[in-house]
């Protein structure tokens, strides 16, 4: 019913940047909150950054200065722009979104299927 596609991951070098791209489509009547979470081998799921559908954002205390939130609400997008990399970065990124889908009234978490990031020192 409801399709993240993510984009934009990639091999970098430690101090480089990435900016990393989320679509939402599919049966979807509003988005709430959107986001951004990563895991790293051998660790848990943990996250980035969040954004409001009114643009109050959230971000992991790791992130704070380095990256970006932002997102469309006409288009149903979120962004990442990841700035001063450093190769604890290196994740799998995955996009979140807490929706409602068209004809229900019960809120709905939807994932995206990650994109790798690698940062190399």
């Known amino acids: 019913q409801v399709h993240l596609v993510e984009s934009g991951g990639g091999l970098v070098q430690a101090g480089g940047s990435l900016r990393l791209s989320c679509a939402a489509s599919?049966?979807?009547?509003?988005?709430?909150?959107m986001g951004w979470y990563r895991q790293a081998p051998g660790k848990e799921r943990e996250l980035v950054a969040t954004i409001s559908r009114g643009g109050t954002t959230n971000y992991a205390d790791s992130v704070k200065g380095r990256f970006t939130i932002s997102r469309d609400n006409g288009k149903n997008t979120v962004d990442l722009q990841m700035n001063s990399l450093k190769p604890e970065d290196t994740a799998l990124y995955y996009c979140?979104?807490?929706?409602?889908?068209?004809?229900?009234?019960?809120?709905?978490?939807?994932w995206g299927q990650g994109t790798q990031v690698t940062v190399s020192s």
């Open positions: 599919g049966r979807i009547f509003v988005i709430r909150a």
């Open positions: 979140n979104a807490d929706l409602l889908i068209l004809g229900t009234s019960l809120p709905s978490r939807y």
